[in-house]
Nanobody, 126 residues
């Protein structure tokens, strides 16, 4: 399994970015996908996740209303659209995958995920 994250960069506060995570080596439509981030000196935290079972989503309070997660099964890719970016959004962003489970809610804990991408840096200047 490989997860390739891309789309990070340097942006001014208030700007937008779209992160992509291309998956290979798995049946993408059967996997829940998550985005996490880690800022220097801080713990990795969940940003957003999407369930393969019913498309339900989860957002951290800090990004609700600004970020949108989506997935394209035809392209084996999950996206994170980030609007109204703030300096505190600066971090390395990671995508992760976990086989879906109809009985489980949207996974939001890093230890639940089996596969991880390499991370993409997002820097928001003030």
């Amino acid at each position: 399994v490989q997860l390739q994250a891309s789309g990070g960069g340097l942006v001014q506060a208030g700007g937008s970015l779209r992160l992509s995570c291309a998956a290979s080596g798995l049946t993408f439509s059967r996997y829940d996908m998550g985005w996490f981030r880690q800022a220097p000196g801080k713990k990795r935290e969940v940003v957003s996740a999407i369930s393969s079972s019913d498309g339900s989503t989860y957002y951290a309070d800090s990004v609700k209303g600004r970020f949108t997660i989506s997935s394209d099964n035809a392209k084996n890719t999950v996206y994170l659209r980030m609007n109204s970016l703030k300096p505190e959004d600066t971090a390395v962003y990671y995508c992760a995958a976990l086989q879906g489970d109809y009985e489980r809610g949207v996974p939001r804990r890093s230890y639940e995920y089996d596969y991880w991408g390499q991370g993409t840096q997002v820097t928001v200047s003030s």
